[in-house]
């Protein structure tokens, strides 16, 4: 695909984003798309949004969350300063996202650059100081979630928003692969998982998208965010709501949103 195409399909993407207006899957009109391209448009709308990255999404590392939408493998997307939410700022309007869902997360800080392809969990562990419970909201920017593969990372991983919960010292957390979660909303459980659902491993997630990154010629960076991926299926927002992310070691991370009236799903 040439290069003005993969500028025009991250144009579009960008717009529908900023538009809350969603959009037919590309590979609708472009069956043919692949992975490859598919990043292309990510990095393409990225630069175009210009907005400083702070750490790395990835997606669909989860078997839950692949049998839920149907994708056969995992994908990464890149997280910027806008999608950060304070978990003390406020509830997050409704304005401005289009069919939102959300996902309990480990999320781990890189204190040193990974340089793959080739890694494996013995080098990505001493890179890894602490670990937070995570809520990641996606928002897809296609029409009623429907999406293969190559769509979702062109639309960077669904990337929409994330609240952090306090760091934990990993050192402090026996096994990340047996940190239990839950999900509330409204005072009750929705759903719950286990960081094993990530990879098999919220480290091994790691260790996959550092030496994805390697394998395009990138680095995970010092000082990188990553949210590992959702432990369970993702659970639509609708009109606004409180949900906790309740994960033994690693404390808890709230937020609540409140609707404005815009959005797919807004009235849902």
């Known amino acids: 695909m040439v290069s003005s195409a993969i500028e025009s ?3 579009r993407l960008l717009e529908a984003e900023r538009a809350c207006s969603p959009i037919d899957p ?20 990225l630069e175009e949004r210009g907005e400083p990255r702070i750490g790395y999404k990835l997606g669909f590392t989860s078997e839950v969350m692949r049998r839920q939408m149907d994708i ?33 997360e480990v999320a781990l800080l890189i204190e040193r650059d990974l340089v793959g392809p080739g890694l494996g ?69 929705v759903d719950g998982g286990i960081g094993a659902n990530a990879m098999g491993d919220p480290l091994s997630a ?3 998208l550092a030496n994805s990154l390697g394998e395009a010629g990138g680095v995970l960076e010092e000082g990188s965010i990553v949210l590992t991926g959702g432990l369970t299926r993702a659970h639509p927002v609708g009109a606004g709501g409180t949900f906790v992310v309740e994960s033994g070691g690693l404390g808890t ?3 609540h949103f409140v609707d404005g009236g815009e959005g797919e799903d807004a009235d849902r």
């Open 121 to 189: 969990r013995a080098e990505v562990y001493p890179a890894v100081r602490w670990a937070f419970a995570a809520l990641e909201i996606v928002d897809s920017r296609f029409r009623d979630y429907r999406f293969r593969l190559e769509d979702n990372t062109a639309d960077n991983s669904s990337a929409a928003r994330f609240v952090l919960g306090g760091p934990v010292h990993l050192a402090s957390v026996p096994d990340l692969r047996l940190v239990g979660v839950l999900l509330w909303r409204d005072g009750r459980v």
């Open 9 to 11: 399909l991250a144009r």
């Open 206 to 208: 790691v260790v996959w």
């Open 26 to 45: 590309l590979t609708d009109e472009h069956p043919d798309l692949t992975l490859q391209e598919a990043y292309r448009i990510q990095e393409a709308a």
């Open 72 to 104: 056969s493998g995992p994908n990464r997307g890149v997280l910027t300063s806008s999608m950060q939410v304070d978990a003390d700022a406020g509830p997050i309007p409704l304005q401005g996202l289009i069919h939102p869902r959300v996902e309990p």
């Open 253 to 255: 991370v709230k937020t």
